[in-house]
């Protein structure tokens, strides 16, 4: 049986799906009879999932035209496919 | 004004080959396409507004500049990422005044991340916020975390490279990007805890 600090070692690379078959049954068999562990696997989980399903939010107007204008300038300073 | 062009997807490596060959527009395309994933990363990593529109510029000024010594068969995102990290990690060099900002790890004093709080948070925690709250909640977290654990969870996480892009963006190992990985969420898990716990009211 592996202790709750082993558990903790591999959460994430569990949660990445980067750990062997046999270590994933040792895991799960874990978190199946200890709440605290299976707890903080759920709740990472989650964490992971909330930034996941965060989308960067668009440019503000201004700062998509000053980017616009930059390398609009530099374009035509530099034109490409010129080096 | 660059337009992104409107006859059929091209994928980032046929751009990436116009734009080698000259097209202003398709260059323009790759901008538009990946300028506000660069621009969280960018405002993630120097947590400073003026810092992270600078280095969002520089990093499209310095793609476009370095663009003919980009290699074809490598991913022009991941490159792209590579560039940004650079350029912010620069911007927060200079504000904090400090040249030891870096990505090395920070001391260790304890053997590994005890977690303190524990609770349930049932389901979709996160929709008893509404949209704007929960964003600087998050952002909050993230902002939190040491440089090195941050930059690791932003590349993993939120641009959601794979383990080896990140090591390659960062110019880590792999085993430094998993530990760091695992560190930098169980920290965030326990900020976030006393926001989603089951029962509880922010505060
Ligand atoms: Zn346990």
Redesign the interface.
Same mark, same amino acid.
Request: proline share 9%; aromatic share 4%.
């Given at each position: 049986m592996l202790t709750c600090?082993e558990v903790?070692?591999e @959460?994430? !690379?569990y949660? %990445?799906n980067?750990v062997s078959a046999e270590l994933r049954q040792g895991l799960e068999e874990h978190l199946k009879d200890c709440p605290?562990c299976w707890?903080?696997f %759920? =709740? =990472?989980r989650? =964490?992971?999932q909330?930034?996941?399903? =965060?989308e #960067?939010? #668009? @440019?503000p107007e201004g @700062?998509?035209d000053?980017? &616009?204008e930059?390398? /609009?300038k /530099?374009?035509e300073q %530099? #034109? #490409?496919? &010129? !080096? | 004004m660059i337009e992104p062009q409107s006859a059929r997807i091209l994928d980032d490596a046929e751009l990436v080959h116009q734009a080698k060959e000259g097209s202003v527009e398709a260059f323009g395309e790759l901008v538009n396409r990946h300028d506000r994933k660069i621009f969280r990363l960018t405002q993630h990593i120097t947590r400073n507004r003026e810092d992270a529109e600078d280095a969002l510029q520089e990093t499209f000024l310095k793609a476009y500049s370095r663009l003919s010594q980009f290699a074809e068969n490598s991913q022009f995102y991941t490159w792209l990422v590579r560039i940004a990290v650079n350029e912010s990690l620069m911007k927060l060099r200079k504000r904090k005044g400090d040249a030891s900002v870096s990505l090395d790890d920070p001391m260790e004093t304890e053997e590994g991340f005890v977690p303190r709080e524990i609770g349930d948070w049932g389901n979709n925690p996160e929709q008893q916020y509404a949209q704007q709250e929960l964003h600087e909640i998050l952002d909050r977290a993230v902002h939190s975390l040491p440089a090195p654990f941050r930059t690791v969870f932003i590349l993993r996480d939120m641009e959601q490279l794979s383990t080896e892009e990140t090591a390659e963006a960062l110019n880590l190992s792999v085993s430094a990007v998993k530990s760091r990985l695992l560190r930098a969420r169980l920290q965030l898990r326990e900020k976030l805890n006393r926001h989603f716990q089951r029962g509880k009211l922010s505060c």
């Open positions: 600090s903790l070692a @959460l994430s !690379n949660l %990445d980067e605290n707890v903080l %759920d =709740t =990472t989650k =964490t992971i909330i930034f996941r399903g =965060t #960067p939010y #668009p @440019l @700062l998509h000053k980017l &616009q930059a390398l /609009r /530099r374009m %530099d #034109p #490409p496919g &010129q !080096n | -």
